[in-house]
């Protein structure tokens, strides 16, 4: 689809200098780190509250669970709000609930307490990541999305990392309770930082886009309520994203939520060692998902349906190693084989968020995304530890992470199914 002068000023596209638009990067970077050290810190801590308060697997997958439902539930009128409201000022307001909330954690009696407080780092973090990657959207443009999403997305990883990492660390030298205090400070300071350094750009009117009788007679017609959801939902190649994004995340989600027990349980590790080989596995998926979104640009500029191609190839891969890894006995080939895996289930990530952005008309665009976060909490985040939990108390863990990889299956359908799609579809910008 041709866009308008008008549209790209409104879009924003070159109007930011490079210096500007990676202090932005960097910040925005640096907050989606402290999201997820904030959400997966937890799990460096499971070996400490299942021994405490004598906690099943699924109650323990289900303060992982509870924050991706809360996250899921919220995002979309979080992030609508942000969209008509301001984007800085919601991301700061968010991270200062999901801080709070954190360190609040650290203070509960009882597993009912504790399961509470994180679904209300959940609502903190709902529409975080489509509110930020509205942000880059805007001062990137689109030739550089894939890789500059990709990269931002990558730090909910590299922020798992440390939340894992940290967790099992301060917990063995300090206490479980120390570790959700200390790791809860962080994001305050950045919520702080955020809107003295960010400014939001204008709010885009909501106006359908000019039809060939309406660019002849200069019309512009504002966009009804049946015109936001059409573009929320109207193309194929966006739906078909939305759920091969969340099934993708389920895989990844159980992977970083289980891993370090799995390593406890089945390698013989202190919680301490299995959180940071855990958080070696995590790190590399940050690095898939930078790698991915940069192969998915540098393709798709010669053949825009390989913006989604990849991520199905990606899905495939994890599937294959992933499967094959936990076939295997414990030892050294089995942990090369989920490192790798752990690789190949993010990479799919900036290039699905990048197709998104460039298919939703900018003034929708954090709402769009919050859509796409919404089913990656609701079919992936949220079900996956749970899922694994249940499984694990009826067959073991180890069985339960061996039928996980399958999902990627159904993943590498929907992604092909959106590629097919792309062409027609357009783009905003």
């Not at 400014?199 to 019309?219: E, F, I, M, S």
């Amino acid at each position: 689809m041709q866009t308008s002068a008008v549209q790209r000023e409104e879009d924003g596209i070159g109007s930011a200098s490079s210096f500007y638009a990676w202090a932005v990067f960097v910040l925005t970077f640096m907050l989606m780190m402290s999201d997820f050290i904030s959400r997966q810190v937890i799990v460096g801590i499971f070996p400490f509250l299942k021994a405490q308060w004598t906690l099943t697997d699924a109650q323990l997958g289900s303060l992982v669970s509870v924050v991706a439902l809360t996250v899921g539930l919220t995002t979309f009128p979080i992030s609508l709000l942000a969209d008509r409201w301001s984007r800085v000022k919601s991301i700061a307001t968010m991270a200062v609930v999901w801080s709070l909330a954190t360190v609040a954690c650290g203070f509960a009696g009882n597993y009912s307490q504790l399961l509470i407080l994180r679904g209300v780092v959940g609502i903190g973090e709902a529409g975080y990541g489509s509110a930020g990657s509205a942000i880059l959207s805007h001062v990137f443009p689109e030739s550089r999305r894939s890789s500059v999403i990709g990269a931002f997305l990558s730090a909910a990883l590299f922020g798992s990392v440390l939340g894992v990492m940290l967790g099992g660390v301060l917990a063995t030298h300090l206490s479980w309770q120390t570790a959700l205090i200390v790791v809860g400070i962080p994001g305050l300071v950045l919520a702080v930082l955020y809107p003295l350094v960010v400014r939001d750009y204008a709010t885009v009117a909501l106006v359908k886009r000019p039809g060939p009788a309406d660019l002849a007679n200069h019309t512009v017609r504002n966009m009804r309520v049946a015109d936001g959801i059409k573009e929320l939902f109207g193309s194929a190649a966006v739906c078909f994203t939305y759920v091969g994004s969340g099934l993708q995340f389920l895989v990844q989600s159980t992977l970083i939520a289980w891993l370090p027990s799995y390593l406890n349980r089945y390698y013989g590790f202190t919680p301490e060692q299995s959180a940071i080989r855990a958080a070696i596995v995590v790190l590399l998926g940050g690095v898939g998902m930078v790698c991915g979104g940069y192969f998915a640009d540098y393709s798709s500029g010669r053949n825009y349906r390989r913006r989604l191609q990849l991520p199905a190839v990606y899905a495939l891969g994890s599937f294959m190693v992933l499967t094959t890894a936990f076939s295997l006995p414990p030892g050294s080939m089995q942990f090369f084989l989920i490192a790798l895996g752990g690789f190949a289930v993010s990479a799919h990530a900036g290039a699905a968020v990048a197709v998104i952005a460039d298919v939703t008309h900018p003034g929708l665009r954090t709402t769009a995304l919050a859509t796409q976060t919404l089913a990656s909490n609701l079919i992936g985040l949220a079900p996956g530890p749970f899922i694994v939990g249940t499984l694990s108390d009826a067959f073991g863990l180890a069985s339960a992470m061996a039928i996980i990889p399958v999902v990627s299956v159904g993943a590498a359908i929907f992604f092909q199914l959106g590629s097919r799609h792309l062409a027609k579809d357009g783009r905003a910008d």
